[in-house]
Structures are given as C-alpha cells and as structure tokens.
C-alpha cells in the first residue's frame, strides 16, 4: 500500500506548488493563506499486500480532508493537511467483492522556504509526514501499518536529517 502514501504525498507536493506559484510579492501579512476542504474524493490503484508481496491488490479510497497553505514574501511557506480515507481492497484478479475494508489517516506538514516552482526546499526548511492504515479482511485477517518521515533542510536547501520509518503488523 505503498502507492497510497506515495499518492498522498505528491498530491500534497502539487498543491504546494499549484499554491505558491500564484504567490505575488508583498510585504508584512501572508500573502496567500488558503485552505482547501474536499470530500469523498476517490482514488483507486494496484499495489501489493504489505504482508504477502506476491499478492496485487486493487485499492479504492474515499478521501476527505482539509490542506492549508500559507505563503510569505520572503518565499517562507506554511503548508498542513489531513486526509481521512475510507478503504476497500481487492485482490486480484478482482471480483467486484471487497476482500478487505478499513480506514487511513494521513497527516502531513512543511515549514520554511519552499520553491514554488518545483515544491522542493531552497533554504531552510523541515517536513513531516505520518499515515496510518488499518484493513480488516473478509476472514478476520487485519493489516495495520504506520508510517513517519521527517526531512530537515539547512539554510542552503541541504538535507541535513531525514528518516522514514515503517512498520507493518499481520495478524
């Protein structure tokens, strides 16, 4: 269920950079300062059971949430945003019958000089990013995983720490 989080993150990268690029140059005040909510929005891809890689699944999400960007003249943003998602899995080949259903939290934020342009760091900055999932088959098997990634960035744009840890329970 990589692909999820992978999905979650460059949806949150193009809204950065679909946000900023409006951004004019002013003094003081943000300049942009915008929140987006959205509801039952969906999402459906192949990816592969976190507890049986040989097994490809079709995922179908339902998500809704809120992201908030806020952009000063200096090119310092604030971005947040939370996604709550309503899962089914199928595996393939798929049959129309849900093998497994549950819910995801995503939860993802950036601080400090972002280009607009590209939605990467050019100075100091730091990002966070957490989901966590949780699906319950048909047979009373569940899969829960968690993830937490972290970069910080020095004043440069280098990245001088970054982690992403991941754990997955079966059972």
Excluded at 93 to 104: E, L, R, V, Y
Aim: hydrophobic share 35%; charged share 20%.
């Amino acid at each position: 269920m990589g692909r999820a989080r992978r999905s979650l993150a460059t949806l949150a990268v193009i809204v950065m950079a679909l946000f900023a690029a409006t951004a004019a140059s002013a003094g003081g005040p943000p300049i942009v300062n915008e929140t987006d909510h959205f509801a039952n929005e969906p999402d459906v891809f192949t990816d592969v059971n976190p507890c049986d890689p040989s097994q490809e699944v079709e995922v179908t999400s339902s998500d809704t949430g809120v992201i908030h960007f806020t952009s000063f003249a200096d090119g310092t943003v604030h971005i947040t945003g939370t996604i709550r998602s309503t899962i089914s899995v199928d595996v393939l080949p798929t049959d129309g019958t849900p093998d497994a259903t549950g819910h995801g939290v995503t939860w993802f934020g950036t601080n400090g000089q972002i280009d607009p342009d590209t939605g990467e760091a050019s100075g100091k900055g730091e990002s966070t990013f957490t989901n966590s999932v949780h699906v319950t088959f048909t047979d009373g098997t569940m899969i829960s995983f968690n993830e937490v990634a972290h970069v910080l960035f020095d004043a440069n744009g280098v990245v001088k720490v970054e982690f992403d840890k991941f754990k997955t329970h079966c059972g």
